[in-house]
Nanobody, 117 residues
Framework: QVQLVESGGGLVQAGGSLRLSCAAS????????MGWYRQAPGKPRELVAQ???????NYADSVKGRFTISRDNAKNTVYLQMNSLEPEDTAVYYC???????????WGQGTQVTVSS
């Protein structure tokens, strides 16, 4: 059974930092493209950052220079370091695992991030 379990969300003031973690089980983690998505109320889910098995990264323009995605294959965990947070970053953040071989997508339950002004 595939499980992606996010942690690290919470309430922070603008300009602050948070680090999200996503622990994966039931998948061959090292082969997956791992990503973080977010969904704010009334808005569609959007990609925040991705990291490939070869550690190539991709970021949404809105978070470039502020957020950093990384992965630890030994711990089956992907991280999202979020600095200089803005109220516009408030959303539920979801962990995603994508298998490029068979196009399967796996999702976590999400963790709430709230940035106060």
């Amino acid at each position: 059974q595939v499980q992606l379990v996010e942690s690290g969300g919470g309430l922070v003031q603008a300009g602050g930092s948070l680090r999200l973690s996503c622990a994966a089980s039931g998948i061959v983690f090292a082969t997956k493209i791992m990503g973080w998505y977010r969904q704010a109320p009334g808005k569609p889910r959007e990609l925040v950052a991705q990291i490939t098995s070869g550690r190539i990264t991709n970021y949404a323009d809105s978070v470039k220079g502020r957020f950093t995605i990384s992965r630890d294959n030994a711990k089956n965990t992907v991280y999202l370091q979020m600095n200089s947070l803005e109220p516009e970053d408030t959303a539920v953040y979801y962990c995603n695992a994508f298998a490029s071989r068979d196009f399967r997508n796996y999702w976590g339950q999400g963790t709430q991030v709230t940035v106060s002004s």
